[in-house]
């Protein structure tokens, strides 16, 4: 199995891929002799490269978008083409006979070879986030799977809402990660977002080796770029020429970086300059079979360009206009029409492939600021083209030359021109900074890659290349190289602190400026025999060449990408497939995802599932996921985990440890350094209750989580005090209400409530009062102050109650006002209260505090209505001449304490309060009790109450009573005892 992967899989691929090209290319080398062969061995190579790889490129793009891509349907298609191109002919020796290389072609080899020792260094760019990533995931992806939309199970299982909380969105866009829109959620459908001949080749070479070797697909297609650019430099400008221009472009430094990197750039660059050879080729075939070829092969590489970049688009407009202009000679060949038909057909497959099928990264990137403008002004532009092109084919029908230049304009005028622009273009060049335009810029930023003694000398071989009367094979590349250059360097370009806005430059405009730049070298170093000229355009050569050793830039140093996809195979090695993998962000959800198959989705960051409302559907989700059964895990590089409503429960810390993307800010990179992720795996499980269970008490920290269970809650908010503002808490509605969602075994425990509330009302708006109810049975009424501290509340649960509602609701019914219309701020919404903290509080067998004013009225008998005291800021209750409550008791053989915390409340000219104490009627305790509050401390001893086991007992409170109006005080009628704040029972073990 090893060595079908390593060795026989991609053996054959190769040898259907050169055997299919070799096979046209001795079909149309049919009139070729042994003493005049027309092709060298490493050109016929290159050609049956070429063939193979727009034919399996096609093959690949069609299986891939039906969903039938695999290996075997791969070498099928290839068989099969081979076959066809080998029938109905007899191949003899003089056809097959090529030329041997020149020197040039091997120095391009020894370039090549040496190249490879700084593009073989692929960046292991799997992590999520970024266009590399989303390319290398979506080929890879396709090998695994053999197409390229999405079929996503877990998706698929999700509602709307549960997706959305997931997902990642973008310009109104819903990715499930980004780059991966969901183009259909009902079918839980994605299309990745990007256009995708690209990503097919990394599919076919993970299918053909193994995905490892995806991470090479660049520097493949960036080594066969070289030997394009040679023979198409070559056809046009000469050998010399030529070997120049790939000794440049090998030493380049934004082509070893986007060869290192997994962009479509390289493979762009490799199909527009195919094409440009090709072309040329077609130009001046000979024979309509050898026309033929080269018109579709031309063809082919611009349709699948055009499936590459959305920028291609610009490539198509110089062509069409070269064609429109060539029409106009009357000797045009046969052949030319039928390359015309071929070419539009393709154009035109390839756009509705992009419109109907690639739809994502069509709208997606038709709304860039270039394709706006084209947009807009396409519509006039062809008008007036066409127009022109009328009158341009009435009036110029004796046209028999391409020197066109040369019947309406003067050598001297062009002269004047030429040194009105260079003069122009070398002021913006040095004053870029402070000219507000975009070209400028972009054309300093341009000479930061081929350096400026590069850029001038490309306009200067332009220039000499104009004057000199160019031949008719040169003509397509000058009009596609200003068109591209103008529109590419007219337009704003992205992220400057990093080196992504020169891909627009790879494709056209930087190879194409080395070429003219080595052309001007050459033509001056012919014409001019001089020693010094000489000398001066060897020492151009050589700055350009030595651009990136003279800036001291460590690109070109041997830099090994590695680590990251160890890590994420190590990794995904942790899980089964059937796990549930939560990431915090993409950059891990993707890989683990599409690379190495396992369940994923991510969190966009830390804060995520704190502070969205999507954090009860993530809850809800997990918790579904759990009861089912499965195994969820939770993969951030932080420590904290986004929530805790789940039990995190840590299994393995780990490390990553790369190299960083080289950064650089206006100007080349400047240094290369390690990058360290942290790693933290968590294990999810299911805590037994909503609420975190610490020592007998259920805590929920309401202003920290967004629980699942809660609702009539505002979104949490900062506290409002500033030595508190570390903390965060919510409002309550009219009505916020919480399932106490308790353990079986906890219920009969409950019997309290603990409240941490706040008010925080300004003067003038009734204070706030809050009717609390579980099951829908009213507890107490609470008046909370307007103060700026939080209070506490007690309140008992009466015996029994959750026995028989598991699922009882907490419901606090509040009296609500509004700041905006209050004047006090333009905050809009209905406000209660401020809830800090809920606890539930088991029964304590050792103490239990009860605050009166949180005893249901049910269990009091004798008592007045819960009031406001302005002496201790809280509530309390009076008792008439008898009141009764019900306490716990530990029992006759325990010894209890009371605790009591009560005021005699008369005024200071009244007689004091005479109390006496009383338990199942037996009398425990009698005193005179002050004015003011004070806690009375009261021991019974074993056996004072004749009890059987421990349970409740009745606590009766007797005093002599007055009534305020009779003192005239106030018109207050009641007969009044004491007043009773709260009461508290211990055991006591002495």
């Not at 202009?325 to 154009?347: C, E, G, Q, W, Y």
Request: charged share 20%.
């Amino acid at each position: 199995m090893i060595i079908e992967t390593t060795i026989i899989k991609p053996c054959l691929f190769i040898l259907l891929i050169l055997s299919s090209g070799f096979s046209i290319l001795f079909r149309i080398r049919s009139k070729a002799t042994e003493k005049n062969p027309e092709t060298s061995i490493i050109e016929a190579f290159y050609i049956s490269v070429l063939t193979g790889i727009v034919i399996s490129g096609l093959a690949g793009l069609i299986l891939a978008s039906t969903g039938f891509f695999n290996y075997k349907n791969l070498i099928f298609i290839q068989c099969l083409c081979t076959l066809l191109f080998w029938q109905g002919k007899k191949y003899n020796k003089a056809t097959i006979l090529f030329l041997r290389p020149t020197k040039s072609e091997l120095c391009v080899l020894i370039i090549i070879l040496a190249s490879a020792f700084f593009f073989l260094k692929p960046f292991e760019y799997i992590m999520g986030g970024w266009d590399p990533s989303s390319y290398l995931n979506t080929g890879i992806n396709t090998a695994n799977t053999g197409s390229i939309s999405i079929q996503d199970p877990i998706l698929e299982k999700m509602s709307i809402k549960e997706q959305t909380a997931f997902a990642h969105k973008r310009n109104s866009l819903l990715q499930k990660y980004p780059g991966f829109p969901i183009v259909d959620s009902k079918k839980a459908k994605i299309l990745p977002g990007f256009y995708y001949f690209y990503p097919v080749w990394i599919a076919i070479i993970s299918t053909v080796s193994n995905a490892k070797m995806a991470l090479y697909t660049n520097a493949i297609f960036g080594l066969l770029s070289l030997l394009g650019l040679f023979y198409m430099a070559k056809s046009i400008f000469g050998e010399k020429t030529a070997l120049i221009s790939v000794l440049l472009l090998a030493a380049n430094l934004a082509q070893i970086w986007h060869v290192r990197f997994p962009t479509s750039e390289i493979l762009t660059q490799f199909l527009i300059f195919s094409g440009l050879y090709t072309l040329q080729k077609f130009i001046t075939s000979s024979t309509n079979r050898t026309s033929l070829f080269f018109g579709i092969l031309t063809s082919l590489c611009f349709a699948e360009a055009f499936t590459t970049r959305i920028t291609t688009l610009l490539a198509l407009i110089p062509i069409f206009i070269y064609f429109e202009f060539r029409s106009f000679n009357p000797i045009m060949k046969k052949h030319d029409k039928t390359f015309i038909k071929a070419f539009v057909i393709l154009i035109l497959a390839g756009a509705l492939y992009n419109i109907f099928i690639a739809s994502a990264p069509t709208n997606l990137l038709m709304k860039s600021s270039t394709i706006k403008k084209l947009k807009i002004l396409s519509i006039p532009v062809l008008f007036i083209g066409l127009i022109v092109f009328q009158v341009l084919r009435r009036n110029f029908t004796r046209l028999q030359s391409w020197n066109i230049w040369s019947h309406t304009i003067t050598k001297s005028t062009l002269n004047k021109i030429a040194y009105t622009a260079f003069t122009l273009l070398l002021v913006g060049y040095l004053f870029a900074s402070k000219i507000p335009l975009e070209f400028f810029t972009n054309l300093r930023q341009l000479g930061w890659f081929i350096s400026p003694l590069g850029l001038f000398s490309g306009l200067l071989g332009l220039y000499l290349l104009i004057i000199s009367k160019p031949s008719k094979q040169a003509v397509p590349f000058i009009i596609i190289f200003v068109f591209v250059t103008f529109a590419i360097l007219w337009d704003r370009q992205i992220h400057n602190s990093f080196m992504w806005a020169e891909r627009r430059y790879l494709p056209v405009i930087i190879p194409s400026f080395l070429i003219l730049s080595s052309y001007a070298l050459t033509f001056i170093w012919k014409k001019l025999p001089s020693v010094i000229s000489k000398s001066i355009c060897l020492i151009i050569g050589l700055l350009i060449l030595l651009h990136p050793i003279t800036i001291n830039k460590p690109i070109l140093k041997i830099q090994d990408y590695k680590g990251t996809w160890d890590f994420c195979e190590r990794l995904s090695n942790l899980f089964n497939n059937d796990d549930i993998l939560i990431c915090y962000g993409s950059w891990l959800a993707l890989p683990l995802s599409y690379i190495f198959g396992k369940t994923t989705l991510q969190i966009s960051d830390q804060e995520y599932a704190k502070r969205i409302p999507f954090a009860k559907t993530i809850l809800n989700s997990i918790d579904k996921w759990l009861i089912e059964g499965k195994r969820v895990y939770y993969l951030s590089q932080e420590e904290q985990p986004f929530s805790n409503l789940i039990n995190f429960i840590p299994i393995e810390k780990t490390t990553l440890v790369t190299k960083v993307l080289e950064r650089r800010i206006n100007s080349m990179p400047e240094k290369i350094e390690n990058i360290t992720i942290p790693l933290t795996i968590y294990r999810l499980e299911k805590i037994p209750n909503n609420f975190k269970n610490k020592e007998n008490k259920y805590l929920i920290d309401i202003g920290h989580e967004n629980l699942s269970l809660i609702s009539g809650f505002y979104d949490q908010e900062s506290c409002l005090l500033p030595d508190l503002d570390s903390k965060t808490y919510r409002w309550t509605n009219k009505k916020a209400s919480m399932k106490l969602d308790i353990s079986a075994d906890d219920i009969p425990q409950i019997r309290k409530i603990h409240l941490s509330l706040k008010s925080f009302r300004p003067t003038g708006i009734p204070p706030a009062e809050i009717q609390v109810s579980i099951a829908n049975e009213n507890l107490c009424t609470l008046k909370i102050p307007s103060v700026d501290d939080f209070n506490k509340y007690t309140i008992d649960i009466p015996g029994g109650l959750l026995n028989k509602n598991i699922s009882a609701q907490l419901v606090l019914a509040v009296n609500i006002w509004n700041p905006s219309a209050d004047g006090t701020n333009r905050d809009k919404r209905d406000l209660g209260v401020v809830v800090e903290k809920i606890e539930l509080v088991k029964k304590d067998n050792s103490i239990e505090t009860f605050n009166i004013e949180s005893i249901n009225e049910k269990a009091l008998e004798g008592f007045h209505k819960l009031e406001w005291s302005k002496n201790i800021e809280t509530s309390v209750r009076w008792t008439g001449r008898k009141g009764c409550i019900s306490i716990p008791w530990f029992g006759k053989d325990k010894k209890n304490r009371l605790i009591i915390r009560m005021a005699g409340g008369r005024y200071s000219d009244m007689e004091k309060a005479v109390v006496r104490l009383l338990i199942n009627r037996k009398l425990i305790w009698r005193s005179s009790i002050s004015h003011d509050f004070n806690q009375y401390i009261i021991d019974i001893p074993v056996g004072t109450v004749e009890e059987t086991s421990p349970g409740r007992v009745k606590l009766v409170i007797k005093s002599n009573t007055w009534s305020p109006k009779d003192t005239g005080h106030s018109n207050d009628r009641r007969k009044l005892g004491v007043v009773l704040d709260w009461i508290k029972i211990e055991k006591l073990d002495y």
